[in-house]
């Protein structure tokens, strides 16, 4: 699969002349096989926060690009994650959430400890060679900013922490060690899983498509170190709620004078946006399901301390009607931006100055693509 070389130059272009990228970038399961090959299972992504899974035997399991994933707290408190499947033949292990004491294949009963060591395997005696250490799940990488928890399937990536940057340092005022994850939605996006971080990097939307929810916008791009970009809307109030709906709870204690400024629209390369406002933290984190369809998840978080407010649950109630709103106007926009992608007489158009994420998200994905050009 080749995209247009023209095209690609142009999308190269200083930012006051250049186009958008060409539409196969975002339409051809051709692109999206090299993505998921050299960007996706390359890269660290997000998976979620660890406080829901605090306690020896708590596990949780997700969907990834690499397959089904396991994360469980060993008896000896620490969390690991595994590649959910029996190293028998192949069953998944555990499903959704909860608590286990061992992990119990639902096939033929082989049994793991939940430090993923092999326990239990019913009538291999007579196998030849069968080696019970060789045979506990297979580990996933993972490491964690601040709770945040990240896998990667990539065994020679950089830490964690080299792929971050500075990101951790900028966001410190937040105290984002303090946040707990409280609500979640999942929205299936009908669209090319860059179009909603591009959409999630830009205000030149958001007076049109938001225009009766959070309104037009003024934003600046903010340097960063690191693979990680940054932009901040500038609001002194928390846009965290509708602009009708005064923001519930005060801001942080010891925000930095740049973070009082405004909210943090954080891309964290590849898949995930990390919000940060005054008072509050939402993720969009997108899963590429085909090149056209992504599952979208937004999560919400707030300081602990605001947690523990009796009120808090009502409190809450706009922050979450807001993302979710918001994400959906959004996912609406989207869907139809990748049907008209297809139209074969599609031809990139020229950016404005407010689309200058969109060009560098796009140009960070393509230099990881081994195109012939
Ligand atoms: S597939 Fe798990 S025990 Fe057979
Ligand atoms: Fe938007």
Same mark, same amino acid.
């Given at each position: 699969?080749?995209l247009?070389?023209?095209q690609?130059d142009n999308a ?6 250049s186009r958008?990228m060409?539409?196969g970038f975002y ?14 299972l390359k ?6 926060r ?19 994933v396991?994360?469980i ?9 595994f ?6 033949r ?7 959430e909860?608590?286990?004491r061992?992990?119990?294949?639902? #096939? $033929?009963?082989?049994?793991?400890h939940? =430090?993923g060591?092999l326990l ?7 196998? /030849? &060679? ?8 297979v580990?996933?990488?993972m490491?964690q900013?601040?709770?945040f928890?990240?896998l ?13 940057g ?12 303090t ?7 999942t929205l299936?996006?009908r ?6 971080l591009?959409?999630?990097?830009e205000? #030149? $939307?958001?007076g049109?498509?938001?225009? =009766?929810?959070?309104g037009?916008?003024t934003?600046?791009?903010l340097?960063? /170190? &690191? ?10 109030r928390s ?12 801001p942080i204690?010891g925000?930095d004078?740049d973070a ?13 946006q990390?919000?940060?406002s005054?008072?509050?933290l ?5 899963l590429?399901?085909?090149?056209d369809r992504t599952m979208?998840?937004?999560g919400g978080c707030?300081?602990e301390?605001a947690?523990? =407010?009796?009120?808090?649950d009502t ?12 994400g959906r106007?959004d996912?609406d926009?989207l869907?139809?931006q990748?049907k ?10 020229p ?15 393509l230099?990881?693509?081994?195109l012939?050009?």
């Open positions: 699969m080749t247009d070389a023209t690609l190269r272009d200083p930012l006051d002349r958008a060409p539409a339409t051809t399961p051709e692109i999206f096989a090299l993505e998921r090959e050299h960007v996706f890269n660290w992504f997000f998976v979620g660890e406080e829901g899974i605090a306690d020896p035997g708590d596990f949780r399991t997700i969907d990834t690009v690499g397959g089904p396991l994360l707290r060993g008896d000896d408190g620490i969390l690991r994650a590649a959910n499947y029996c190293r028998h192949g069953s998944i292990l555990l499903e959704g909860g608590n286990c061992r992990i119990v294949c639902p #096939y $033929h009963a082989w049994s793991y939940t =430090d060591s239990g395997c019913p009538d291999m005696a007579d196998a /030849e &060679g069968f080696d019970r250490v060789e045979n506990g799940l580990p996933v990488r490491e900013w601040a709770g928890v990240f990667n399937f990539n065994r020679d990536a950089p830490t964690l922490m080299e792929h971050l500075d990101f951790p340092e900028r966001m410190a005022s937040h105290k984002p060690d946040m707990r994850h409280c609500w979640t939605v299936d996006a669209c090319n899983w860059k179009l909603i591009e959409n999630a990097m205000t #030149y $939307h958001t049109i498509v938001h225009r =009766d929810s959070v037009a916008q934003s600046r791009s340097e960063t /170190e &690191g693979q990680w970009r940054c932009l901040q809307v500038l609001s002194t846009i965290a709620t509708l602009p009708d709906a005064t923001p519930s709870f005060p204690d925000l004078a009082r400024m405004g909210t943090y629209f954080t891309v964290v390369h590849p898949t995930c990390f919000a940060l005054q008072d509050a939402w993720w969009l984190n997108v590429p399901l085909a090149h979208l998840e937004i707030f300081p301390s947690m523990s =407010d009796p009120d808090f409190k809450a109630q706009p922050y979450y009607q807001r993302w979710e709103r918001v106007e996912v926009i869907e139809r990748q008209a992608l297809a139209s074969v007489l599609y031809k990139p158009g950016l404005s100055w407010r689309d200058d994420h969109v060009r560098a998200m796009g140009l960070w994905v230099d990881r693509l081994p012939a050009t």
